[in-house]
């Protein structure tokens, strides 16, 4: 992919996760880890680490800022996932796409339900106390879930499909030389 594309597709990416922070939206119905799952995929290791984190933390600065270890553990995240979708990309296909989704919502909420845990007061300290962590969280998830898909399925079949239009017009474009 020529840089300049990257470079439009960057900024489109971060402006999106931002908008979509700001406006009002379902609890963690965000497209952050599909901006870091399709960077990883279409971009390269460092577009899916960095374009997530700075959509993150501009918007940050206007919802605010909260308890450092706990921002920590969802920027890590989304690193992660970012991360994981460049090492799957030589794989892709629908499937895969899918499955990386549902894997980046499932660490997401791991990781950082595991760091409420740990580190609020809100649950006890004991095995019986992360269970139920993890159970409060469970609405949470279902909108992660639901938001990484929705974001996943527009990011991914939005830039597949301009470039199957692309290849076509170029096509045509070849086609009427030839006349």
């Given at each position: 992919m020529?840089?300049?594309?990257k470079?439009?597709?960057?900024i489109?990416?971060?402006?999106?996760?931002?908008v979509?922070?700001?406006l009002?939206?379902?609890?963690?119905f965000?497209p952050?880890a599909?901006?870091?799952?399709?960077?990883?995929?279409?971009?390269?290791?460092?577009?899916a680490?960095?374009?997530?984190?700075i959509s993150?933390?501009i918007?940050?600065?206007?919802i605010?800022?909260?308890d450092?270890k706990m921002?920590?553990?969802?920027?890590?995240?989304?690193a992660?996932v970012?991360?994981?979708g460049?090492?799957?990309?030589k794989?892709?296909?629908l499937?895969?796409?899918v499955?990386?989704?549902?894997?980046?919502s499932?660490?997401f909420y791991l990781?950082?339900n595991?760091?409420?845990w740990?580190?609020?007061?809100w649950?006890?300290?004991?095995?019986d106390?992360l269970?139920y962590c993890?159970?409060?969280?469970?609405?949470?998830?279902?909108?992660t879930?639901?938001g990484?898909?929705?974001?996943?399925a527009v990011?991914?079949?939005?830039y597949?499909?301009?470039?199957?239009?692309?290849?076509?017009r170029?096509?045509?474009?070849?086609?009427?030389k030839?006349?």
């Amino acid at each position: 992919m020529e840089k300049n594309n990257k470079i439009i597709i960057s900024i489109t990416l971060v402006a999106i996760g931002l908008v979509c922070r700001l406006l009002p939206h379902l609890w963690n119905f965000a497209p952050i880890a599909a901006i870091a799952l399709f960077s990883g995929f279409y971009l390269g290791r460092r577009y899916a680490i960095i374009l997530p984190l700075i959509s993150m933390a501009i918007g940050d600065l206007f919802i605010g800022f909260y308890d450092f270890k706990m921002m920590l553990a969802v920027y890590i995240s989304f690193a992660l996932v970012g991360l994981f979708g460049f090492a799957v990309r030589k794989y892709k296909s629908l499937e895969t796409v899918v499955a990386s989704s549902i894997i980046a919502s499932v660490a997401f909420y791991l990781i950082t339900n595991y760091v409420v845990w740990q580190f609020s007061p809100w649950y006890a300290r004991s095995f019986d106390g992360l269970i139920y962590c993890y159970t409060m969280a469970l609405p949470f998830f279902r909108n992660t879930l639901m938001g990484d898909l929705f974001y996943v399925a527009v990011f991914f079949g939005a830039y597949e499909m301009v470039k199957i239009l692309a290849a076509r017009r170029k096509m045509v474009g070849q086609i009427a030389k030839i006349d």
